[in-house]
């Protein structure tokens, strides 16, 4: 009898067979082009924008390294308004910045930034919002903008989840004046590490692929102190490949999703939030929140599943504004986050990836049906 594949873990990264991959290193050592905006690097960067549908993009070595540049080719500075509930990089790169994170509370559906709790955030020092598509559900994207007009305040979104998202009939990525992509192990589309900034129009790409490379323009000019963010050969060919292969993964974990929905449903105390409306997902997390209803807290169910082998993660517990560095600020404050709070305490998102055999899913939905 087949037994399930122990442990099962939240996700595992999206890897094509071996032998797919071996040509590009021969190309590599062929050419010993290994970094440096190479040859894999210049292809992908182009592909991947055909792909996403977007005009210009700039890869990254990193997710978190993109939301760094992104808020310096901005000139982004004093306060910026962000989210709590989502992976500590978010706020982290604005701290990088020598920017003040002020955390404004979530909507109950969609888990993002609420837009209408945004205005009494802003103060004379506001000068961005930084909103997270988090587990690639879309944020309102037009009613943020709607904000920013009025207020002249710059958006970049951390759609570090959103990696092929479409909303209302184009890239979801399109929105706001930049957005961030994360292609690390643990995301839709991995290149092991890897990252992207997504922004409109050619000379803003120019200035992002200085500030990554140091600054420099040429041999002889540095336009600003840059960083080291490339993006090497081996992670842009191993994005190449990643791109023959990711539409089809994307469907197994949609047939995933399908299966919790269908068999969660009858299930007390385990809501399942609706699928985005509007919107051709991208199923990069499969996010429950355990009720009153159920008979085992959260962290008893999270705690029951590690029993039996299965990680289970609390992505996004405990809140941003929880840990040290940020509990200090006045909007960190428990009274002015309760929804966040809430969803940080009942959520728990479940394992799914394009390699989860149902045998597995079966067991995972077994020990959540049978207490
Ligand atoms: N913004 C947002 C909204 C983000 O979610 C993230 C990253 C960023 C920005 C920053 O982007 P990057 O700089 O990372 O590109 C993981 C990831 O490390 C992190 O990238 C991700 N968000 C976050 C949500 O999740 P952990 O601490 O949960 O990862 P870890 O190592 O516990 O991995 C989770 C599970 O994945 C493991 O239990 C097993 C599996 N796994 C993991 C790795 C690394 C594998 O099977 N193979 C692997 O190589 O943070």
Redesign the pocket.
């Known amino acids: 009898m087949n037994q399930p594949e122990k442990p099962i873990?939240?996700?595992?990264?999206l890897l094509p067979p071996l032998e797919e991959f071996l040509p590009y290193l021969d190309q590599i050592w062929e050419g010993k082009w290994l970094t440096n905006g190479g040859p894999f690097h210049q292809e992908f960067e182009k592909k991947l924008a055909d792909y996403l549908g977007v005009e210009h993009l700039a890869l990254f070595t990193?997710?978190?390294l993109a939301?760094v540049i992104a808020l310096q080719v901005l000139r982004i500075t004093g306060e910026v308004i962000t989210t709590p509930f989502?992976?500590v990089?978010?706020a982290h790169s604005l701290i990088w910045n020598g920017i003040k994170p002020v955390f404004v509370d979530i909507h109950p559906e969609t888990f993002n930034l609420d837009p209408e709790k945004i205005e009494a955030a802003i103060t004379p020092h506001t000068t961005a919002i930084m909103p997270?598509h988090v587990y690639g559900r879309p944020c309102d994207v037009e009613k943020v903008q709607k904000i920013a007009d009025t207020y002249g305040l710059k958006v970049i979104y951390?759609a570090?989840?959103a990696f092929g998202v479409n909303y209302k009939g184009e890239s979801l990525l399109k929105h706001g004046d930049l957005s961030t992509l994360?292609f690390?192990?643990?995301k839709i589309f991995n290149t092991f590490?890897g990252?992207a900034i997504v922004c409109p129009d050619a000379k803003t790409k120019k200035r992002i692929d200085y500030l990554k490379n140091f600054g420099y323009v040429d041999e002889v000019t540095v336009i600003g102190p840059g960083i080291n963010a490339k993006m090497n050969e081996l992670q842009a060919a191993f994005g190449l490949l990643q791109l023959k292969h990711v539409d089809k993964a994307i469907d197994r974990r949609r047939k995933i999703d399908v299966r919790y929905r269908e068999q969660l449903s009858s299930v007390k105390g385990i809501s399942c939030p609706p699928l985005p409306t509007d919107t051709i997902y991208n199923y990069s997390h499969f996010p429950i929140m355990i009720e009153k209803e159920y008979p085992l807290s959260r962290d008893e169910l999270n705690e029951k599943l590690r029993q039996h082998g299965i990680?289970a993660?609390r992505?996004f517990y405990p809140l941003i504004s929880d840990f040290p560095m940020y509990r200090g600020l006045p909007s960190a404050m428990q009274t002015n986050l309760p929804i966040a709070r809430k969803a940080a305490s009942q959520v728990i998102c479940l394992p799914i990836y394009p390699a989860l055999q149902e045998l597995d899913q079966q067991e995972i939905i077994s020990h959540l049906a049978e207490v």
């Open positions: 873990f939240v996700t595992r990264p990193n997710g978190t939301l989502s992976f990089a978010t997270v951390d570090a989840h994360s690390h192990a643990t590490e990252g990680f993660r992505y």
